[in-house]
Every structure is written in structure tokens, then in C-alpha cells.
């Protein structure tokens, strides 16, 4: 009867011991759970950056697609400005004149026009009518000249600017090639973006150059159109975009230099390349892959 009793007594502490050791295991889950759920969209977002689904062929997940860079991270390489919206730039054609908005100055020179023009036909009147009969309000004339003479003095506005984020390329001591980043200003527009590319391919300025700035983009390459939707930038380049002198690496070079300066702006997260207004799905001999919209994480 004592044995039966110590064998009883011996099998309870075990299963004490597992009971508490699978509480602990849910426990554990439940926090592991509770970080993922809470980091998922961090860990999405380095997912996505490192393109570790496209390098392991595997199908990028839904979630990290849509995976959205934290504000920060955003904020510090987007441009305060809005880039152009869904309606089509054609630089081939004639640039459209800015609405001309009324002034209160041209408004009180108008109305003095006006009046001077009134004084001209009463003179006329004058000339016309007996001496006696000359108009006592005759004096009057010489006020509205004066008022006429103040107005047309205007003072013309200062040129307002912009500072957009422009990217070239540096070639260092060994031989590779690196992205960099640079704050220019600008003249402000109504086209940021045009105005942005166009630098881009012009190339870096005197002070930029100091600093070992030079653009990839191949020579004689214009920009020949450009719209915004959805988030995508549609850039049309002339035929010269397509070859580069620099082969292979410059071809990716030069695309990266757009890629990133279009999408520094807040409403553009990747840019589609026509060449001559075609859609062509490799650039250059090489074969560089442009048949889909770029993004950063396409370099």
C-alpha cells in the first residue's frame, strides 16, 4: 500500500512539470507573435529593400509589395515640392502662356486711361464751342494726368525658386561607380520634374563637378515628354537614350540617375522609360531590363 502511494506521489510532480513547461512555450509564442505583429511592417519594408524574394526567385508576398516606408524615411528623400500631375507634357510643343490674373495697379491704370481718353474728347469739345461757353470744370484735366503718371510706375515681382534633390554619379580611386545625391535651387515652375530630369541630363554644375559629380545619361539625350499617374512616372526620351558610351554600366547608371531624382518627388514611386514614345522591354545592346516601371529597389 506505501509503494503504491510513493508511485502515486511520484508521477504528479511530472505532470506539473509539463503543464508549466507548455504554458511557457504558449507564452513565448505569444509574445514572438505580438513582435511580428508589431514590427510587420519594418520587416516587410527590409524585405522589400533588399529584394530578398527577387534574388531567391521566389513571388514577392502581397504584403510586402504594398509594404509603405515609414514616414521618416520618406520625408527625407522626397522633395517639398509636387511634381507635375496626370497631364501629359509635350515639349515638342509650344509651351502654354500662364493665365493672366488682374492686378488692383493695372485695374486703377485702366480706369485712368479711361479718364484721360474722357479729357480728350472734352478738349475736342472745346475746340469746337464758342469761347464763352468754355466748361468751368476745365482745371480737372491736369489732376487726372498726374494719377495717370503715378500709376504706370509698377515694380516687378522677385523671381521665386525651389531647392530640388538631383542625382549624379561618382567614379572613385578604384574604379567604382557610386551614386550621389545633391541639393539644388532652382527657378520654380509649374513642371518641377521637367525641370529636375532636364538637369539631370544637362549635367552637374561648376561647384557639383568640384565635388566629383558627372552624369551617366548619354549624349544628346532630350526629354521629349513626361506625366505623372498612380503613382508612376511615364518619361519619354529621344533615341539617343538608348546607347551609351560607357556600355553596360553606364546604361545603368543613367537610369538610376532618373529613377532616383523622379521619385525624390512625394507622388512618384516608380518611373516607366519610353524611348521615341515606344515601350521597349530592354535598353541598349546590352539588355538592360525596362519593360516595367523602375523603382529604388530596382538597383
Known amino acids: 500500500m506505501q509503494k503504491k502511494e510513493k508511485s502515486e506521489n511520484k508521477k504528479k510532480p511530472s505532470k506539473k512539470t509539463s503543464g508549466i513547461g507548455f504554458a511557457i512555450?504558449?507564452?513565448?509564442?505569444?509574445i514572438i507573435l505580438v513582435l511580428f505583429i508589431i514590427n510587420?511592417?519594418?520587416?516587410?519594408?527590409?524585405?522589400?529593400?533588399?529584394?530578398?524574394?527577387?534574388?531567391?526567385?521566389?513571388?514577392?508576398?502581397?504584403?510586402?509589395?504594398?509594404?509603405?516606408e515609414p514616414e521618416t524615411v520618406q520625408a527625407e528623400r522626397k522633395n517639398e515640392v509636387e511634381p507635375i500631375g496626370p497631364v501629359e507634357i509635350d515639349l515638342n510643343s509650344t509651351?502654354?502662356?500662364?493665365?493672366?490674373?488682374?492686378?488692383?495697379?493695372?485695374?486703377?491704370?485702366?480706369?485712368?486711361?479711361?479718364q484721360q481718353q474722357e479729357t480728350i474728347e472734352v478738349?475736342?469739345?472745346?475746340?469746337?464751342?464758342?469761347?464763352?461757353?468754355?466748361?468751368?470744370?476745365?482745371?480737372?484735366?491736369?489732376?487726372?494726368?498726374?494719377?495717370?503718371?503715378?500709376?504706370?510706375?509698377?515694380?516687378?515681382?522677385?523671381?521665386?525658386?525651389?531647392?530640388?534633390?538631383?542625382?549624379?554619379?561618382?567614379?572613385?580611386?578604384n574604379g567604382t561607380v557610386a551614386r550621389k545625391e545633391v541639393l539644388r535651387e532652382?527657378?520654380?515652375?509649374?513642371?518641377?520634374?521637367?525641370?529636375?530630369?532636364?538637369?539631370?541630363?544637362?549635367?552637374p554644375n561648376a561647384s557639383e563637378e568640384k565635388s566629383g559629380c558627372r552624369t551617366l545619361v548619354s549624349s544628346g539625350t532630350k526629354?521629349?515628354?513626361?506625366?505623372?499617374?498612380?503613382?508612376?512616372?511615364?518619361?519619354?526620351?529621344?533615341?539617343?537614350?538608348?546607347?551609351?558610351?560607357?556600355?553596360?554600366?553606364?546604361?545603368?547608371?543613367?537610369?538610376?540617375?532618373?529613377?532616383?531624382?523622379?521619385?525624390?518627388?512625394?507622388?512618384?514611386?516608380?518611373v516607366q522609360f519610353l524611348v521615341d514614345g515606344e515601350k521597349k522591354e530592354y535598353l541598349g545592346q546590352e539588355g538592360v531590363w525596362i519593360g516595367t516601371p523602375?523603382?529604388?529597389n530596382s538597383f
Do not use: C, H
Not at 100 to 108: D, G, I
Open 95 to 114: 509651351v502654354a502662356e500662364t493665365p493672366k490674373t488682374s492686378s488692383p495697379v493695372k485695374a486703377q491704370n485702366e480706369t485712368a486711361k479711361k
Open 25 to 30: 512555450w504558449v507564452v513565448a509564442a505569444l
Open 123 to 173: 478738349a475736342k469739345e472745346k475746340e469746337t464751342t464758342p469761347k464763352t461757353e468754355k466748361p468751368k470744370t476745365e482745371p480737372k484735366t491736369e489732376k487726372k494726368e498726374t494719377v495717370v503718371k503715378k500709376e504706370v510706375a509698377v515694380s516687378t515681382p522677385s523671381t521665386k525658386t525651389m531647392k530640388l534633390k538631383l542625382f549624379f554619379m561618382t567614379i572613385n580611386s
Open 294 to 296: 523602375l523603382g529604388r
Open 223 to 270: 526629354l521629349i515628354g513626361a506625366s505623372v499617374k498612380n503613382g508612376i512616372a511615364t518619361l519619354n526620351f529621344s533615341g539617343n537614350f538608348e546607347f551609351n558610351e560607357y556600355g553596360i554600366e553606364g546604361l545603368r547608371g543613367q537610369l538610376q540617375q532618373i529613377v532616383y531624382t523622379a521619385t525624390a518627388f512625394p507622388t512618384v514611386e516608380g
Open 40 to 68: 510587420q511592417n519594418k520587416i516587410a519594408n527590409n524585405l522589400k529593400a533588399t529584394g530578398f524574394f527577387n534574388k531567391t526567385g521566389l513571388k514577392t508576398p502581397e504584403f510586402v509589395e504594398k509594404a509603405e
Open 186 to 203: 532652382m527657378k520654380k515652375s509649374d513642371s518641377p520634374l521637367v525641370d529636375a530630369i532636364n538637369a539631370v541630363i544637362s549635367g
